[in-house]
């Protein structure tokens, strides 16, 4: 018998943000208030990337409004990887920076995940130094990259129910499809991660009373794959003709799903707020031993 339609909620991402900012912007004003300097990121970009420069101009703004600095150091598309790593190595260095996030995707030649453990795990707000990737894993508090700690909030915020949950992840990379499931493992879901060699995704799916994904395929997920009322969260961002288009059939979802996310206003501004989140975290853990920041 086919299953009443659901009134599904098309998650505010933004409007989330916006009140996880102003109470993280109260936090700032209290530690300037009390005589101490605000909370510092820095911002690391090699070349000249559009879509990095626009994702960097976001962040910088996103900090000023919270009251936060951001310093951007851009290093040109001919730098070295130890260009990159000195530029790191100088930012662990300087007591005036809290956090510090280096753009990706780096140019070619450029490894990542050695600029990434060159970053000082303490201010490694982005949650990819192999200490904190670790302390995840093993449950232990550490930083976490910022899209999965967005997921968690939007998914705690519309109380969508975790304990026992199947939830199916789609992606298995180390800043979203890892991390996430990690995260709704933690919180007791029954975690199935999907990738591109996964048979019949499809039914998986049909399965997830949390579908996650992060794919970066267009409209991967049809609206017969989701199961009514489960939530979905839709982090792909793809341009198809300068259109912003996710992973989700988001139209196809409605009426199916009890939460979705949409392309604009979903998970992109919660990432920005998490970061921000994690700056201030590892700013007020400063001079301690341990990011004192859980899970979420
Ligand atoms: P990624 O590193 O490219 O990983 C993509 C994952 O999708 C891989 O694990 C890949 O499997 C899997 N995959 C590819 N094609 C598939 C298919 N047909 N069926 C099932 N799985 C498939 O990407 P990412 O960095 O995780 O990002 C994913 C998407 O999220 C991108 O569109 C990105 O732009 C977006 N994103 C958005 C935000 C935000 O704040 N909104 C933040 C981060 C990322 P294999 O491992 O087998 O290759």
Redesign the pocket.
């Known amino acids: 018998m086919p299953s009443e339609p659901h009134q599904t909620v098309v998650v505010d991402g933004l409007a989330l943000s916006r009140e996880i900012r102003a109470r993280l912007a109260e936090a700032v004003a209290r530690h300037v208030q009390d005589g101490r300097r605000p909370p510092s990121l820095a911002v690391v970009l090699v070349g000249d990337d559009r879509a990095s420069a626009a994702y960097i101009k976001g962040k910088r703004r996103a900090c000023e409004r919270v009251g936060m600095n951001s310093v951007e150091h851009r290093l040109e598309a001919s730098a070295t990887e130890a260009d990159v790593i000195e530029t790191v190595e100088g930012l662990n260095r300087d007591e005036a920076v809290d956090g510090i996030l280096v753009q990706i995707p780096l140019p070619d030649g450029i490894d990542p995940n050695r600029v990434a453990e060159a970053i000082d795990p303490a201010k490694d707000v982005d949650g990819l130094h192999p200490l904190n990737a670790g302390r995840l894993l093993l449950g232990q508090p550490g930083w976490v990259a910022c899209?999965p700690l967005g997921i968690m909030k939007i998914l705690e915020h519309h109380r969508i129910p975790l304990e026992g949950a199947n939830a199916v992840v789609?992606?298995?990379?180390a800043?979203?499809?890892k991390p996430i499931s990690l995260l709704l493992q933690r919180a007791h879901a029954t975690v199935t991660m999907?990738?591109?060699?996964?048979r019949d995704?499809a039914a998986i799916c049909r399965e997830a009373d949390v579908l996650v994904a992060?794919?970066?395929?267009p409209r991967?997920v049809k609206a017969d794959w989701i199961k009514p009322g489960a939530a979905v969260i839709d982090?792909?961002?793809?341009v198809i003709e300068g259109e912003l288009v996710g992973?989700v059939d988001t139209d196809g979802a409605r009426g199916i799903a009890s939460i979705v996310t949409p392309h604009r206003r979903g998970?992109?501004p919660m990432?920005i707020t998490m970061l921000l989140q994690n700056t201030l975290g590892a700013y007020e853990c400063a001079g301690r031993p341990r990011p004192r920041i859980a899970s979420s």
């Open positions: 899209t789609i992606g298995r990379s800043i979203v499809g999907c990738h591109s060699r996964t995704l992060a794919v970066g395929v991967l982090v792909g961002v793809s992973d998970v992109g990432t």
